[in-house]
């Protein structure tokens, strides 16, 4: 299983990035794939997912109404679109899969997913 994530880099605050999570064919499709991120010194937390079960995706609060996941079937590609950052979104971020279908109030636990691609680090200045 192999997830690479990329696009991350330095943005100034209400920038944009758009992050990209390339999965294998065991992955896509397949249950549950999820972004989280991490700063040094806290917890890894979570930031959204997009549930293949059900078609739809779940953010965290705190990038609700900022974040969209959305996707490419034909290149196996899920993306996260930040837009209006904030120098609080400056962590790494990762991409995860959980081969299960999650239900909704599981989706942030990141115990539930298994797959976990390397990271890819967003900086916003302010």
């Known amino acids: 299983v192999q997830l690479q994530a990329s696009g991350g880099g330095l943005v100034q605050a209400g920038g944009s990035l758009r992050l990209s999570c390339a999965a294998s064919?065991?992955?896509?499709?397949?249950?549950?794939m999820g972004w989280f991120r991490q700063v040094p010194g806290k917890e890894r937390e979570f930031v959204a997912a997009?549930?293949?079960?059900?078609?739809?995706?779940a953010y965290a609060a705190s990038v609700k109404g900022r974040f969209t996941i959305s996707k490419d079937n034909a290149k196996k590609m899920v993306y996260l679109q930040m837009n209006s950052l904030k120098p609080e979104d400056t962590a790494v971020y990762y991409c995860?899969?959980?081969?299960?279908?999650?239900?909704?109030?599981?989706?942030?636990?990141?115990?539930?997913?298994?797959?976990w691609g390397q990271g890819t680090q967003v900086t916003v200045s302010s």
């Open positions: 995860a899969v959980s081969t299960r279908n999650l239900i909704l109030s599981a989706l942030s636990s990141r115990t539930e997913y298994g797959y």
């Open positions: 997009y549930r293949w079960s059900v078609g739809t995706a």
């Open positions: 064919e065991l992955t896509f499709r397949t249950g549950v």
